[in-house]
């Protein structure tokens, strides 16, 4: 973002480091914890994410609130940080809203719970268990024809690639 950082400068009056050393931060206390920041100042108190959104997310920056889909980054920023508040900056089309952004401890506190429980699985080499957002249940014909089709070719292909290893052999 290297315009966009500039025009949060401008906007601000924050010098930001962008540099990888600055921006790569680790939880003190939590070593599967980690957030690479769009831009921290140069003095280490303010962190930024920065944003270019679509039109609804937008008018929500527009409006001092941080879209949902964000809210967890913000926070898992602020927790790796140990700061009470970040900006977010949203830029559109020429636009631009700062939000601060306030920590959520409570929502913090679910975040290690949740990410600690998430690094166990990778540790273990364990898969996460399946959600409801893992489906799609598709009840269009057309489609259902579609994937019995592709699941019948990809089993004919199967058998010949099995039939070649063997005639190659």
Known sequence: ????DRKYEEYTGNLL?????????YHPQKPFMMASLDGITFNKDMAVEIKNVCFEDHSMAKNGKVPEKYYPQVQ???ACLGFNML???SYREGD??????????????????????????VLNLEAPALTDKDYVVMEDQEWDHLAK???NISERISI??????EYRA
Do not use: M
Request: overall charge negative; hydrophobic content about 35%.
């Open 1 to 4: 973002f290297p315009s966009h």
């Open 17 to 25: 480091s962008t540099d990888e050393n600055d921006t790569l931060v």
């Open 160 to 165: 010949l690639e099995k039939q070649e290893k």
């Open 96 to 121: 631009f809203a700062l939000v601060e952004v306030e920590r959520d401890q409570s929502y913090i506190d679910s975040l290690y719970q949740s990410e600690g429980a998430f690094w166990d699985l």
């Open 87 to 89: 900006h977010s900056f």
């Open 149 to 151: 089709e592709w699941a």
């Open 76 to 78: 898992h920023q602020l």
